[in-house]
């Protein structure tokens, strides 16, 4: 990473050396790949801001979501059991405790922004994200299995 800044620095001095040159007539050894400098100047930067957003994107897709899935369907279980508290069943879907809150609309997709599965029947409920390969009961997924213990 340490190129990029020296190349920077390379052209910079280059450019200024090719000015002086001109300015006395003395042929300057390095005119010719002034235009790759100067074009390395300008793109170097560019190059490097594209890096650091892929490299964030990467980052964000394969660890940072899975992490955050987890915490949302930690919270997303907790709502459902009081839900279970108050009503006496789980909810049908996770569309009933999002109209309770409506703020919680982005329930119904993980950070990979797929679907959760959700079922629910009298003994326990399911809450499933297809995980990183976005692909349902693979071993990725994030499973939550809560059973009423009576």
Not at 73 to 82: D, G, S, V
């Amino acid at each position: 990473m340490i190129i990029y800044p020296l190349m920077w620095l390379i052209s910079l001095i280059d450019i200024l050396f090719d000015k002086k040159s001109l300015d006395r007539n003395i042929e300057n050894p390095f005119t010719n790949s002034m235009i790759v400098n100067v074009v390395s100047l300008l793109v170097a930067p560019f190059i490097l801001l594209f890096l650091a957003f892929e490299g964030y994107s990467i980052l964000n897709d394969n660890v940072l979501a899975e992490d955050r899935t987890i915490k949302e369907m930690t919270t997303i279980e907790e709502k459902i059991i009081e839900y279970e508290l108050n009503y006496g069943r789980y909810p049908n879907s996770l569309d009933v405790l999002i109209s309770i809150r409506p703020i919680r609309e982005g329930w119904k997709r993980d950070y990979w922004n797929e679907e959760y599965l959700y079922s629910a029947n009298d003994s326990e409920f399911v809450l499933i994200s297809q995980g990183r390969d976005r692909k349902h009961y693979t071993d990725d997924d994030i499973k939550r299995v809560v059973k009423i213990s009576n």
